[in-house]
C-alpha cells in the first residue's frame, strides 16, 4: 500500500528554524513534494527532490533519503505569515498522493 | 496566481442535487486533475486527464464523473448529492501529467451540500 506520515502539529517561534518531517511508503517513486496551504487556499508548491540530499531555496530547504523513505521540511528564519499547513507528497506513478499535512502555528 | 481558474468558489445545494465544477489550466498544460479535501483530511487524489483522456484514476465515487474538452479545460459532475460531499474541490494542471511535473492548483470550489 500507500502510506505518507508527517506531524500533526507544531509550534514555533517567529525568528526559529523549524524541521517539518514526513516519512514514506510506495510502491514507486518518482520525487517528494512539498506545498504550502494556508486555511482555506489553494495548496502552492515549495520544492521538488528526486535525488537524495539538500535542496536549498532561499529560507526554504527539503532533503530526501530515498533509502530511509524519510524527507524534511527546513523553515529558517520564520515568519508569522509561515503559519500554514505543509504538505509532504509522494508521486509513486503520474499521480501525487498527499500526507495528511502538519500544521505549524509562529507565535510572536 | 497559479493561472489555473476554477468556477465558480462557492457552491451550496441540497442532497440529491447535481453539480457542475470548472477548471481551465495554466496554459500550455495538457493534463488536469482533481481532488477533494474535506475538514481534517488530506487532499484526496480523485482522477487525471492528459489532452482530453483520463490518465489515471483515484478514489472517485462512481456518483461523480469528468471530462476533459478539446480546449483542455474540464469539468467535474458530482451527481445525487450526500452531506459528506461537502468539501473543497481543487483543479491542478501540469505541463505532461508525468510523476515529475510539478501539479499548480486552482483556488478551489467549496462545495456545500445542506
Known amino acids: 500500500g500507500q502510506n505518507i506520515d508527517q506531524p500533526t502539529e507544531m509550534t514555533a517561534t517567529e525568528g526559529a528554524i523549524v524541521q517539518i518531517n514526513c516519512t514514506y511508503q510506495t510502491s514507486g517513486f518518482n520525487g517528494l513534494f512539498w506545498y504550502q496551504q494556508h486555511a482555506g487556499e489553494a495548496p502552492t508548491f515549495l520544492s521538488y527532490n528526486v535525488l537524495d540530499g539538500l535542496e536549498e531555496k532561499g529560507r526554504f530547504s527539503s532533503f530526501l533519503s530515498r533509502s530511509k523513505g524519510y524527507s524534511y521540511l527546513l523553515l529558517k528564519e520564520l515568519q508569522m505569515k509561515d503559519s500554514a499547513s505543509y504538505l509532504c507528497?509522494?508521486?509513486?506513478?503520474?499521480?501525487?498522493?498527499f500526507g495528511t499535512g502538519t500544521r505549524l502555528q509562529v507565535f510572536p | 496566481d497559479s493561472g489555473v481558474t476554477q468556477t465558480p468558489k462557492h457552491l451550496i445545494t441540497a442532497t440529491g442535487q447535481r453539480v457542475t465544477l470548472r477548471c481551465s489550466p495554466r496554459s500550455g498544460d495538457l493534463s488536469v486533475y482533481w481532488y477533494q479535501q474535506s475538514l481534517d483530511q488530506g487532499l484526496q487524489f480523485l482522477i487525471q486527464y492528459y489532452n482530453g483522456e483520463e490518465r489515471a484514476k483515484g478514489n472517485i465515487l462512481e456518483r461523480f464523473s469528468a471530462q476533459q474538452f478539446p480546449d483542455l479545460h474540464s469539468e467535474l459532475n458530482l451527481s445525487s448529492l450526500e452531506l459528506g460531499d461537502s468539501a473543497l474541490y481543487f483543479c491542478a494542471s501540469s505541463v505532461e501529467g508525468y510523476g515529475t511535473d510539478t501539479q499548480y492548483f486552482g483556488p478551489g470550489t467549496r462545495l456545500t451540500v445542506l
Open positions: 507528497a509522494v508521486s509513486p506513478t503520474d499521480k501525487l498522493i
